[in-house]
T-cell receptor, first 114, second 114 residues
Framework: GENVEQHPSTLSVQEGDSAVIKCTYSDSASNYFPWYKQELGKRPQLIIDIRSNVGEKKDQRIAVTLNKTAKHFSLHITETQPEDSAVYFCAASRQGGSARQLTFGSGTQLTVLP | NAGVTQTPKFRILKIGQSMTLQCTQDMNHNYMYWYRQDPGMGLKLIYYSVGAGITDKGEVPNGYNVSRSTTEDFPLRLELAAPSQTSVYFC?????????????FGPGTRLTVL
């Protein structure tokens, strides 16, 4: 099955700096890569996703890049703000015979220092 | 729309007891999922369903059962609770259409087995 590894497990940045979180996946058939943000005690919420036929996607201060050859993808947050502090999870999946099954990374605790 | 709702929010069980975690969605989604999230870890898929009457095992199904009698509801049953089942349980749903097929999560149920 799919295996997703996520690094780093914790990340502290100064407000206004950029943050980068990296994930690698094992299944070359995976074709969909969402990123979720989870604030303390809350549900995971989708912040951005990318399909395997796209190399980069941006949404305001957030961007995701995908390298299919190397089987890794990254989340980039620019101009970080205190409200960006949360746990971020990457995930990977492929469209199989039934429901899309997401395999999650272990998460990155991002702390933005004021 | 309320989205995905879960009850209860918190529960403490004694070893060997049973309980049902409730999940309801009002988005007319075909696909529903149950995940568990252990402290400091990512989410692991327990069971999923692609429609009423159809369920299938995920990565960690042992000790759990599910049913899907309606499109809206997807209860998770724990039989003979064990301390290893102490976790936060999230239900999710998705439309089942398109490559991205975003999964929307409920608020979670925090379960402690003592």
């Amino acid at each position: 099955g799919e295996n997703v590894e996520q690094h780093p497990s914790t990340l502290s940045v100064q407000e206004g700096d950029s943050a980068v979180i990296k994930c690698t996946y094992s299944d070359s058939a995976s074709n969909y890569f969402p990123w979720y943000k989870q604030e303390l005690g809350k549900r995971p919420q989708l912040i951005i996703d990318i399909r395997s036929n796209v190399g980069e996607k941006k949404d305001q201060r957030i961007a995701v890049t995908l390298n299919k050859t190397a089987k890794h993808f990254s989340l980039h947050i620019t101009e970080t703000q205190p409200e960006d502090s949360a746990v971020y999870f990457c995930a990977a999946s492929r469209q199989g015979g039934s429901a899309r099954q997401l395999t999650f990374g272990s998460g990155t605790q991002l702390t933005v220092l004021p | 729309n309320a989205g995905v709702t879960q009850t209860p929010k918190f529960r403490i069980l004694k070893i060997g007891q049973s309980m049902t975690l409730q999940c309801t969605q009002d988005m007319n989604h075909n696909y529903m999922y149950w995940y568990r999230q252990d402290p400091g870890m990512g989410l692991k898929l327990i069971y999923y369903s692609v429609g009423a009457g159809i369920t299938d095992k995920g990565e960690v199904p042992n000790g759990y059962n599910v049913s899907r009698s309606t499109t809206e509801d997807f209860p998770l049953r724990l039989e003979l609770a064990a301390p290893s089942q102490t976790s936060v349980y999230f239900c999710a749903s998705s439309s089942g259409q398109g490559i991205t097929d975003t999964q929307y999560f409920g608020p979670g149920t925090r379960l402690t087995v003592l």
